[in-house]
């Protein structure tokens, strides 16, 4: 298994930009989809944006995509979320998740196919 940290959140102005980072052990980093969450409160977890074990692949939910970007730098054992251009409803706490796969093309939008997840960021966008 693998052990994931957040970092990089905060609070912003609308309009702003924030980069969190995912910091995972082991060297079976490049083993896993990765993926990042949010959960606002009394909201369900949402998907926001997922990335492929070569990095070749994303994915990302209508109301992240021209926003945010994902990346990841394996030999850093690290995932990126980029987020520009932030809005108030964007504020959540932000996790990081990684999905054990075989499948280089495989993303995910899906909580259920995330076994490993880290303990969250909080980011507060204010207008």
């Known amino acids: 298994q693998v052990q994931l940290a957040e970092s990089g959140g905060g609070s912003v102005q609308a309009g702003g930009s924030l980069r969190l980072s995912c910091a995972a052990s082991g060297r079976t980093f490049s083993s896993y989809v990765m993926g990042w969450f949010r959960q606002a409160p009394g909201k369900e977890r949402e998907f926001v944006a997922s990335?492929?074990?070569?990095?070749?692949?994303?994915r990302y939910a209508d109301s992240a995509k021209g926003r945010f970007t994902i990346s990841r730098a394996n030999a850093r054992n690290t995932v990126y979320l980029q987020m520009n251009s932030l809005k108030p409803e964007d504020t959540a706490v932000y996790y990081c998740?990684?999905?054990?796969?075989?499948?280089?093309?495989?993303?995910?939008?899906?909580?259920?196919?995330?076994?490993?997840w880290g303990q969250g960021t909080q980011v507060t966008v204010s207008s």
């Open positions: 990335i492929s074990k070569s990095a070749v692949y994303t």
């Open positions: 998740a990684a999905a054990p796969r075989d499948s280089f093309h495989y993303t995910s939008a899906d909580t259920s196919e995330y076994d490993y």
